[in-house]
């Protein structure tokens, strides 16, 4: 364990490195995530349309999607036989990027349309009574709700960061271009090389609290001023 | 349609919105049933009832919220868009924003430039007496404050009728003065006024006419004086004179 804390502290090249593909990675994920799930979840929570029933079931139930089946689905397709196999993205940063943001994006859009549909329950007789139009619903709403979804973005990339399976499988766990923190744990950790897995194990923890941190305490701040 | 118009043509010149077999039903149950009014332009029209009576009903289906399950309502003015209304809802709704960033968001909505939207927006908070809590979280406002807002916020939209529901039903007299100011000094300025109160005396100060509705029909229509001094309805009677009555007992 202290040898563990000594790695984390000289915080060598290796280490960062991994680090670094590691949010490089979840965080480019996310945020694609959220550039399709906030305005999808905000549609379905804003709107009632034909088929706005199968769509929310269908979102919820990909939420549980297991990651090592989205992993195995965007193998197949980047696979050199793949639909996709020419653009070459097997075992690349994007291949991983995409993996996690297919993992994600039913858990933004969920969760995004939960929080607009509460909030649309509340401003719907106001907006109506106002006339606006459906891009300024849909607007208003996503920035009126926005403490509450930037806990929605965070889930994401809890989700994101401490998965596994689909970044192995795309990824292929290549040192210095597809290692990321998960990964090396899994490896190191069946290598015996306890050390390294449980400084990355322990950074992985204190990035979940530190993020977690900063969204309690703005989303505390945004409570008092009653914007949530 | 034409026929209709032209029919009614002595009543266009004088009102701004009528009401023909006016009824709404929800759940199997008629709510609303058999009400015809004109609503005068420029005037302002004071809806009375018990509570349940079907006053908030009735005014939601005028501003056009809720479709009418029977009859109609027919718009008279010039600017017969849907913007050209304003309403002050029972329980305000305030956005999750400051008290400016509520009037702006009204101000957007009528596409007004952000120069127009400043101004406006200044304008309003001035008139509500709420300069000093331009930056605050509309939410945090007290009670009073809420609707002040509410009612400037729905001046903003520059009405030709603002409808207000029980605007003051929880307001001490001092900001029931205010919003009375505001509501006033809206007509003055031409805006029509229809507006749900329990109160015979703010009906007295403000209602150039009176309308009064019991379980769900129109008991009583008229000049001020005339349903607050001498209804001809046992309902409006039994609450003039302050009686307790329910709505099983007409
Ligand atoms: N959308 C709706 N669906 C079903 N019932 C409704 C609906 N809106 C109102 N009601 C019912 O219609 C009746 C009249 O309601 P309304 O809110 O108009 O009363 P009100 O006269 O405004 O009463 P108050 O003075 O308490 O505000 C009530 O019994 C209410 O439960
Ligand atoms: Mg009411």
């Not at chain 1, 480019?28 to 549609?43: E, F, K, R």
């Not at chain 1, 766990?173 to 194990?201: C, D, F, P, W, Y």
């Not at chain 2, 029209?45 to 939601?60: D, E, H, P, Q, V």
Request: glycine fraction near 10%; charged fraction near 15%.
């Amino acid at each position: 364990m202290a040898e563990a804390f000594g790695l984390i502290l000289r915080w060598d090249r290796e280490l960062s490195v991994i680090v670094m593909l590691s949010l490089q990675v979840t965080l480019s994920a996310v945020a694609l995530a959220c550039l399709i799930g906030l305005p999808l979840g905000a549609l379905v929570g804003a709107f009632r349309f034909p088929g706005r029933g199968v769509i929310t079931v269908l979102l919820n139930a990909l939420m549980g999607l297991p990651p090592v089946v989205v992993g195995l689905f965007v193998y197949l397709m980047l696979s050199a036989a793949g639909p996709l196999g020419v653009l070459g993205l097997l075992y690349t940063p994007t291949a991983m990027i995409i993996a996690q943001t297919i993992l994600v994006t039913p858990i933004i859009a969920a969760l995004t349309k939960q929080v607009v549909e509460d909030l649309h329950g509340e401003y719907a007789e106001q907006f109506a009574s106002f006339g606006v139009t459906a891009r300024t619903r849909v607007a208003a709403l996503l920035w009126d709700a926005r403490y509450s979804l930037l806990t929605v973005a965070l889930a994401g990339f809890g989700r994101a960061v401490a998965e596994v399976g689909a970044v192995l499988i795309v990824g292929g766990n290549i040192n210095h271009v597809t290692r990321v923190m998960t990964t090396t744990i899994a490896l190191e950790t069946s290598k015996g090389n306890l050390q390294l897995a449980l400084a990355l194990g322990v950074l992985l923890l204190g990035l979940a609290v530190v993020v977690n941190a900063g969204v309690m305490a703005l989303r505390v701040s945004a409570v008092r001023a009653a914007y949530a | 349609m034409r026929d209709t118009v032209m029919e009614s043509a002595q009543d266009c010149i004088a009102s701004i919105l009528t009401a023909r077999s006016l009824g709404f039903a929800a759940g199997g149950q008629v709510l609303l049933q058999g009400i015809d009014v004109d609503i005068a332009k420029g005037k302002r029209t004071l809806i009375m009832g018990a509570n349940g009576a079907g006053k908030s009903l009735f005014l939601r289906l005028l501003h056009g919220l809720l479709p009418p399950s029977f009859g109609t309502v027919r718009w008279h003015g010039e600017r017969p868009a849907k913007r050209a209304q304003a309403m002050v809802f029972q329980r305000p709704v305030m956005l999750r924003r400051s008290v400016i960033a509520n009037l702006r968001f009204a101000l957007r909505v009528q596409g007004l430039g952000w120069r127009a939207r400043e101004a406006g927006a200044r304008e309003a908070l001035e008139m509500a007496h709420l300069t000093e809590k331009a930056r605050q979280p509309a939410r945090l406002l007290s009670g009073g404050e809420q609707q002040r807002l509410a009612v400037a916020r729905a001046l903003v939209c520059d009405p030709e009728i603002l409808f207000l529901d029980e605007p003051t039903s929880s307001l001490d007299p001092a900001s029931t003065q205010m919003i009375e100011d505001l509501v006033n000094a809206a007509h003055a300025r031409g805006v029509t006024v229809v507006m749900v109160t329990h109160d015979q005396g703010q009906a007295r100060r403000m209602g150039d006419s009176v309308i009064f509705l019991h379980a769900g029909r129109l008991a009583e229509e008229g000049p001020r004086d005339q349903v607050l001094d001498a209804p001809r309805s046992e309902a409006a009677r039994a609450w003039m004179a302050g009686r307790l009555y329910t709505r099983n007992d007409f």
